[in-house]
C-alpha cells in the first residue's frame, strides 16, 4: 500500500514513511491510494475473533511493507492488560436500537488510548524501515486527552521524546493532573496561553519551519506527530467500527448486511474519519452522524457548504471537541473530490487566506450521502447526562452526551445505531456530577467522591490515583514562544 499527500505535493510513500513523517512536507496529510474491501463473506469469517485478531487482519492490509510478525507482535502489545476489559472496546446494549461503544478502557480512560498504545511501536518499527538512526520528538498539540495517551504511551520509548501543549486554560483538572503528573524521562509538557486552535497551529508552524527543522536535524533530531493527522494514529481506529459492527451481528442484533448508523462526537474529525474508511472498505454503515460541541464549524458547513472559522471558539464542558480546525476534514475533502488535490490546495488556501471555503454542490451531495451532522450547547449536554442516568441507569462523559443529545435530535434513519463513548465518565467528574445534582465543588476528586455515592459506579484505577501524585511538569509559555519552548527543552 502507498501513501500520497492530500495536497499532492508528495509521494507515493509507504507506511512507514508515512508513519514516521507525521504530516506531509506540503501541509497535506498522508492518505491511502486505495481502501482494501473487505467483502461480506470475509466479513462473516472475522465473527469469531478476538479485537487482537480483527486488528491484525485491518493492519495488515494498509502496512503492506511490514510482515505478519511484526504486526502481530506490535498488536499483541497494544492490546493486553494494558486495558480493563477483554474485549477492549465493549458493545453495550441501551435499548433495541441504541448501542454504545465504549473506547475507554485503555490506561488514560479516553478513547486516544486505542491508538496511542499502538502508535509508538508502529513508529519504532517504521524508523527502522526507514533506516532513520535520528531521535525523534513527537509534538503533540492537545485539547486534553491526546496529551496524556501520547506521553503514556511513548513514556521511555527508545529514542523518542514527547513534546506536549496544551491550552493552559483549556483542558479539566483532572485532564491537566493526568500530564502534570506524568513520569519518564522523555517526557514533557508546556502550558501554553491561548487555546486549542491556537495550540494545534503553533505546532503545525513548527513542522512548516525549513530552518528550525534543518537545525533539529544537524542536532540528530526530527519532529513527528502523534496526532490525529498522522496516519498511524488513524488506522488503529478503522478497528473498532469493525469490532463493533461484529458484535452487534454475534448477538443477532442485526443479520448480515444490515446496515447500522454510527453516532460519533467530533472534535478533530479523527475518530468519524476513521468510520468512514470502514465504509469505504465495504463494511455496511449507513449513516456516520457528525455530533458537535457549541462549536459547530462541522454542522454549519453540512447545512450551508461553507466551513467558517471567522468566530471565536467557545470552552464547553466537552474540551476535547473544543476545535473550530478540524485537522482531518481535509482528508475528506480529498475522498469527496475524488482525490483531487488541486481541489485541496485551493480549500486549504482559502482557509487561511479568508478563513472559510465553500464547497460545490455535487460535492457536498457526495459528503451528505455519508454523514450527517447535529450540535448540542451545554444544557442539552448535561441533560442528556442526566437523561440517559435516568433512563438507562448508565452514566456518561459530557463528550458522549453531546452524541445522545444529537442523536435525539436529527431526523433519524431506520438502522439501528452505535453510539461511538469517547470518554469515562469519572474523567469529567465535576461537569457530570453538575449535570445529575447541579451541585459540584470544582474539586476534581472530592466531585469524584460524590459521584461514586451516587451511582455506585467503579471509577478507573488511574484515576484514582492521580490524588496526590507528585506534579512534574510546570513549563509553560506565550503562544508565540512554542519554538523557543521546545529548543530549550533539547
Ligand atoms: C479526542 C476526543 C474527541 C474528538 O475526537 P476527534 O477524533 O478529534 O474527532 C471526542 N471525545 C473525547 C473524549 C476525545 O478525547
Known sequence: MLYTSTRGGVGPVNSSTAITRGISSDGGLFVPHEFPQISNDNLLLLKELSYQDVAKKILCK??????????DKIVNKAYGTNFNNTKIAPLIKLSNDIFVCELWHGPTSAFKDIALQLLPSLMSNSLKKCNIDEKIIILVATSGDTGKAALEGFCDVDKTEVVVYYPKHGVSDIQ?????TQRGDNTNVIAVEGNFDDTQNGVKKIFKDKELNKNLFDKGYRLSSANSINWG??????VYYFTSYLAALNVDEIKSKTLLDFVVPTGNFGNILAGY???????PIGKLICASNSNKVLYDFMNTGEYNINRNLTKTISPSMDIIISSNFER???????????????MQTALKNDNCYSVPENIMNIIKSDFQAGWAD?????????????Q????IDPHTAVGFSVLGKIKRSKNKCIVMSTANPYKFASS???????????????DMQDLIKITSIVPPENLVNLKGKEILHKKKCNKNEMQRALIDIL
Do not use: C, H
Open 62 to 71: 494498509f502496512l503492506s511493507d511490514y510482515t505478519i510478525y511484526e504486526v
Open 176 to 180: 491537566y493532573l493526568q500530564m502534570a
Open 233 to 238: 494514529r488513524l488506522l488503529p481506529q478503522i
Open 277 to 283: 474508511y470502514a465504509k469505504k472498505m465495504g463494511l
Open 332 to 346: 475528506l475533502l480529498y475522498a469527496a473530490s475524488n482525490n483531487d488535490s488541486k481541489f485541496v490546495v485551493n
Open 378 to 390: 451545554e444544557d442539552e449536554t448535561k441533560k442528556s447526562i442526566k437523561n440517559i442516568w435516568n
Open 392 to 395: 438507562y441507569n448508565y452514566l
Open 432 to 446: 457530570v456530577l453538575d449535570a445529575l445534582t447541579s451541585k459540584k465543588s470544582g474539586n476534581g476528586f472530592k
